[in-house]
């Protein structure tokens, strides 16, 4: 037994390095503009996988956050996202031109303009997970089925809400700042590159180190970290577990809102947004394993290398093909390390 | 006991006895559209109840499943619409269609084996939605708008062309199938395929292999949502990426959940309630003084958050609680008149 078991890790692992290593060949040497012969193409690719990786990784920390502390896998978490979206540019559109139905353009756009939709956005996520977890899934602890159906049903109610108040779900945006929606020239070799994204790897990275900051230095993060190994024992040296459940509830949700800025700032928002926020939350916590914000940055970056740059890098005409890529990437995974890579059993 | 097992099977005997007069009893419209609607969405949930209950995976890819063979069928036998268009004969492509489907839900099925629960409701999600996605992108084989113009055998013909001959032949195969699931759950592999979802650290250690009866069970579970997927094209006709899109994986969890997760009979239940409901109130628009309420996925959404909240093993549950307190009632009573 033992000798199969290792046998088979370490096929796992060389099906793994062998795959990686003929992408690295096929990117490097192989394609159609490889990259030893276009290096600029081949690093602005890189910067979008990374800056797209970035995008995942605050979507998707909030939802491993409540799944590490409560269980809880939050089929809502794409539903707040679209929420938020629209919110977002409801209070954008109101704030500069007064009218919610005038599009605006990035230069009409402030910085404090854009944070304060950030803000209002976050908070209107964050509140409506918070309600969403008093209301149903709090007295259904433990029951971690029962609560993933309650948030599949939120999450049908409230994309028909959506559709039925936005007119129809059209597609819409918001806009970046005009001062950091412009290229930005990297001084490498006159390499430059969209500030919008750059703006974007900036945010990802101070939300990761504040999360950081916040579950390892501070009380309540303390407590959460306990929470996820030992709820019981937690409750019963007299923390109040279920302020805290409250709290990471209320983050996970807001950090789904504050994606939704970001995101809607990039591309559109439309009916259908959610469910495929509900994918990328689902499939960066799939890959970097379920609760941990370290598997969530891995994760978040892997999805972003693959999605890029098999759009990018497949034979011209093939990259409608790069959908299958991610389920490669998934099935890797699964079949080396079921739990995902920072991943353990519950 | 064998009183409940006495009523359930007179309730069997008449809902079949129902569904073989159907055509005569009711129009066509309610045999052809609405009922033949039941028995295929039945049988997908059918699919989801079995791997629930009988092996602890709560599956959303089996409306994925369904749809992957009814691809298959149509870029299999259609001429000039989008898709593969090889224009083989209907007959040549139930089988592919069956067989690929089944194939894939290998595939799905062994790579998810090592996970349950949760973990197994989001893996196969992932599954539907990259299958989805898929077919929208990849013009090949499918494309946006999907593929149109799919006929069955002649012999079957559209309901157009033959009204009821397909509701027969989905009726007979629902209650093979139904039986084929009675029938694997006695099994061998039944049994310690309910030993691996209840203790699966104990049946490891007595040898058995935890994956594998996963793995086939799911296999078991595509084969059956393969079969429906290609009465579905027969019936509609046309496939298109939204046929197996995130609403549709939904629409089929509702279906199961509303029936109960428990037993396979809830299936057909949940089918018969939901396509009914979506029958009479898909079109209603719901506003109060002038303000939208929603429409018919706001309501379907609540009846779906009200079962899971009050009563989690669905309608069945309802029943199955009600005979219990029949059969506590009954003894209590006949104690009293002993006394």
Redesign the interface.
């Given at each position: 037994m033992p000798v199969a078991l290792s046998y088979r890790r370490h096929l796992g692992w060389g099906v793994t390095l062998a795959a990686f290593a003929f992408g690295l060949v096929w990117v490097v040497f192989l394609a159609d503009r490889p990259a030893h012969s276009d290096p600029t193409a081949f690093f602005s690719t890189l910067l979008d996988a990374i800056t797209q990786g970035a995008l995942y990784f605050v979507v998707a920390s909030g939802f491993t956050l409540v799944f590490g502390l409560m269980?809880v896998?939050n089929?809502a978490h794409g539903s707040l996202y679209l929420v938020a979206a629209y919110v977002a540019i409801d209070v954008q559109r109101r704030i500069i031109t007064g009218n919610p139905d005038t599009t605006v353009s990035s230069t009409q756009v402030s910085v404090i303009n854009w944070f304060v939709v950030l803000l209002v956005a976050a908070l209107v996520a964050g509140l409506l997970g918070l309600v969403m977890q008093q209301a149903?899934l709090r007295w259904n602890q433990g029951?971690?089925?029962?609560q993933?159906?309650?948030t599949?049903?939120?999450?049908?109610?409230v994309?028909?809400?959506v559709?039925?108040?936005t007119g129809g779900g059209v597609a819409e945006d918001m806009s970046f700042p005009g001062r950091i929606n412009q290229f930005v020239d990297l001084h490498v070799k006159g390499f430059s590159y969209s500030g919008a994204r750059l703006f974007i790897l900036g945010l990802a990275l101070f939300i990761g180190l504040a999360l950081w900051l916040w579950l390892k230095r501070t009380r309540t993060g303390m407590v959460i970290r306990a929470g996820v190994d030992d709820r019981a024992m937690v409750a019963a040296l007299g923390v109040n577990i279920q302020r805290v459940f409250a709290i990471a509830f209320f983050v996970g949700s807001m950090l789904a809102g504050i994606g939704a800025v970001i995101g809607t700032s990039q591309t559109a928002v439309s009916n259908?947004t959610d469910?495929?926020w509900?994918?990328n939350s689902?499939?960066v916590?799939?890959i970097g394993g379920?609760g941990s914000l370290a598997g969530a940055a891995v994760g978040s970056m892997l999805y972003g290398l693959i999605g890029t740059f098999s759009a990018a890098y497949l034979p011209a005409g093939n990259t409608?093909?790069?959908?299958?890529f991610?389920?490669v990437l998934?099935?890797i995974v699964?079949?080396v390390r079921?739990?995902g890579i920072f991943g353990r059993p519950a | 006991m064998s009183d409940v097992r006495a009523i359930e099977r007179t309730i069997a005997a008449v809902a079949l006895a129902l569904a073989a007069l159907a055509p005569v009893l009711f129009s066509t419209y309610t045999v052809d559209q609405l009922l033949t609607q039941v028995l295929i969405f039945g049988i997908v949930a059918m699919s989801l109840i079995f791997l629930a209950s009988y092996g602890g995976m709560v599956s959303l890819a089996q409306t994925a499943l369904f749809g992957i063979a009814g691809f298959v069928f149509g870029n299999m036998t259609t001429v000039d619409t989008k898709g593969l268009t090889l224009g083989y004969s209907p007959w040549a492509g139930i089988i592919p269609a069956i067989l690929i489907a089944t194939a894939i839900g290998l595939v799905f099925g062994g790579l998810a084996s090592r996970s349950t629960g949760i973990y197994f409701l989001m893996i196969t999600l992932t599954y539907g939605v990259i299958a989805n996605l898929s077919f929208g992108q990849i013009e090949r084989i499918s494309g946006f708008g999907g593929i149109s113009g799919i006929v069955p055998p002649s012999i079957i013909g559209t309901t157009d062309q033959h009204p009821h001959r397909l509701y027969y032949l989905a009726l007979v195969i629902a209650v093979l199938l139904y039986a084929l699931v009675r029938f694997v759950i006695r099994t061998n592999f039944g049994l310690s395929l309910q030993g691996v979802r209840d203790e699966p650290v104990r049946m490891s250690s007595l040898g058995y292999g935890i994956a594998l009866h996963r793995t086939l069970a799911f296999t078991f579970g595509a084969f059956m949502a393969s079969i429906a997927g290609v009465l579905f094209v027969w019936w509609n006709g046309h496939v298109d990426p939204q046929t197996i899109g995130l609403g549709a994986t939904l629409n089929v969890l509702i279906i199961a959940v509303i029936g109960g997760l428990r037993r396979i009979e809830g299936a057909f239940v949940g089918a018969l309630a939901f396509v009914f409901i979506n029958d009479r109130l898909a079109e209603t628009d719901f506003s109060v003084a002038g303000f939208k309420l929603g429409t018919f996925n706001s309501l379907i959404g609540l009846i779906f958050l009200a079962i899971v909240l009050v009563s989690p093993d669905g309608l069945l549950g309802i029943w199955e609680r009600a005979m219990t307190l029949l059969k506590q009632r009954q003894p209590a009573a006949a104690a009293a008149a002993g006394d």
């Open positions: 269980r896998v089929m149903f029951q971690d089925l029962r993933a159906l309650i599949i049903a939120i999450s049908v109610i994309a028909d809400q559709v039925v108040h259908g469910g495929i509900l994918l689902l499939v916590v799939i379920m409608q093909y790069a959908v299958i991610t389920f998934l099935a699964l079949a079921p739990y | -």
